[in-house]
């Protein structure tokens, strides 16, 4: 089995900073793009950044300028540097990955339980 846990969320005021952290852990084998979506209250499940195995990256329009997102391959660790944090950027933070399991040989797509954001303006 494979787990994703996040960290790093929680109560930011507008214009500060904060930093997401997922590490994912089990009989991993490897994983390839991992990404980071969120979903404020009442909204659906938004997609916010991504990152390949090559490093290559993504950004939403929402955030581009002011998230960084990073992996750590040795570590199987993705993070989400955020900055110039907006009240809109309120939200559970989930991390997603494409994890080939250890004696697997399908690719699947694990989820992390969620961070929760909070900007204040």
Do not use: H
């Not at 109560?11 to 930093?19: C, E, M, N, P, Y």
């Not at 950044?49 to 581009?64: C, E, P």
Request: aromatic share 8%; charged share 20%.
């Amino acid at each position: 089995q494979v787990q994703l846990v996040e960290s790093g969320g929680g109560l930011v005021q507008a214009g500060g900073s904060l930093r997401l952290s997922c590490a994912a852990s089990g009989s991993i084998f490897r994983i390839g793009a991992m990404r980071w979506y969120r979903q404020a209250p009442g909204k659906q499940r938004e997609w916010v950044a991504s990152i390949s195995s090559g490093g290559t990256t993504g950004y939403s329009d929402s955030v581009k300028g002011r998230f960084t997102i990073s992996r750590d391959n040795a570590k199987n660790e993705v993070q989400l540097q955020m900055n110039s944090l907006k009240p809109e950027d309120t939200a559970d933070y989930y991390c997603n990955a494409d994890v080939l399991q250890s004696g697997r040989s399908e690719i699947r797509a694990y989820w992390g339980q969620g961070t929760q954001v909070t900007v204040s303006s």
